[in-house]
Structures are given as C-alpha cells and as structure tokens.
C-alpha cells in the first residue's frame, strides 16, 4: 500500500471518527481485528519529514484518542497491540519539539491512567528511563513554549501514574529518579512544583521505603526542608492563592 493511499485512508477514518455514532459502528466490527495494530503499523510507515505525512500520524493520533475516549477499556488492548512501545520510540526519537510529539505525550498519559496493565508494560519495556531521559532536559531549563511546557506535564503525570505500580517504584530508584527530582528541587526552574509531586507518588507507603532511605541518602532533606519555610512565589500558578499553592 503507497504512503498516498495510506494518508488518504487515515484522513477519511479521522472525518468518520468525528461522528461518535460512526465510531461506535467501527469499534463493534474492528476490535477484534485489532485495528489499533494496523494504525500502529501505518505510522511507523510515515516519514515526518513529509508535512502531509506527519499530519497524517497527527490525525491517527486523534483517532486513537477518541477511540480511548468512547471505550476506555480499549487502553490496554491498543497498548498491547503496539501503540505503547511506538509511543515511546516517538518521544525519545531525536527530532526537534513538534506538535505530534505533544500528542504523544498526551496519548501516554492517557494510557496510563488508573491501569496497572499499561503501567507494566511501560516498565517492561524500559518506559521508566525513558520518561526520565526525556525530563532531565527541564533540571536546568525552562520550557520554551507553552506547548513544551504541556508535554512537560503530560510526561510528569504519565511518570506519577508509572509510580503507583510497585515494581516501577523500584526502576525509578535503580534509573536515579530520586536524584534527578532532587536537582530539578534545587535549580528551581518550572519543573521543580512537578518534581515534588514525582516524589510524593515514589515514597508514599510501605512500597516507598526504599525510596525513603535513598532520599535521605542523597540529602534529599536539605533540599525539601527549605520548602517549608516559605511559599516560592515565583513558581505559584497564576489564579490561585497563597495557601491554595503551598
């Protein structure tokens, strides 16, 4: 099948998927043909270097999603079917910020929420350094759009949802999570508020105990101690007061 015919039929799925009652149709006759695979299939086809071609997996992206949206028990099955290690390859691949690699991120998150399947196998597949990869690029630098400054977000709550799942509690600490999160704690950049929110979910229970004893280790507790004498007034969110914030 050409890239041409490929597009095409990726653009005419995304103008039926708009219509929610088209979509129930397609999902009742697709899901056991594992339609997820075949739209994995067709992206790892298209070169984003082509504009109609990266719109393309833009517009599989948005399928994907409303997809997800219309029957949230499809997560696991389109995760299993691909879609969580071509997302991966996608974020970490080595090309500049772009819209679908916001759309990625978003799509991860989305994956993630409240299951313990994809959060299993992100870990499995060596999501966990691969969310930290991506993140140590914002220890010492700020976002530099608003849209960077979403996908920043989108993979720090992919990262806390990874973390409820014990056995990734344990990646984070062999991947030297904690240290990254204490550093972005100490530079005091856009990503610190997040960072704190990453080691809530990593040392919080019995399950965080490890995590506990290596924070104290990499003197964690000289960097946290500081946030409890007074609200960082540049870092509070627009809108929200004092208390709200702290």
Known sequence: MSFTIVLFITNKLFMLFC??????LYLC??????VVALLVQNMERLDEQVKEEADGIYNT???????AEFRPGLCTEAAQQGLMQWLLKRIKAKMPFDANKLYCSEILAILLQNN??????????DGIDVLLQQLSVFKRHNPNTAEEQEM??????????????SSNRDRFLKGEGLQLMNLMLREKKMSRTSALKVLDHAMIGP??????????????????FPLFMKTPKKMKKTGS????HE
């Open 19 to 24: 219509c929610r009652k088209c979509l129930s």
């Open 152 to 165: 920043m977000e989108n993979l720090f709550d992919a990262l806390c949802s990874c973390l409820m799942l």
């Open 207 to 224: 399950e965080g105990a490890d995590n506990c004893h290596k924070f104290v280790d990499v003197l964690g507790l000289r960097t946290i």
């Open 29 to 34: 006759v697709q899901l056991e043909g594992q």
């Open 116 to 125: 313990d399947t994809t959060r299993e196998l992100l870990g499995e597949m």
């Open 61 to 67: 992206l948005a399928i994907i999603e409303n997809m």
């Open 241 to 244: 007061s004092e208390k709200e």
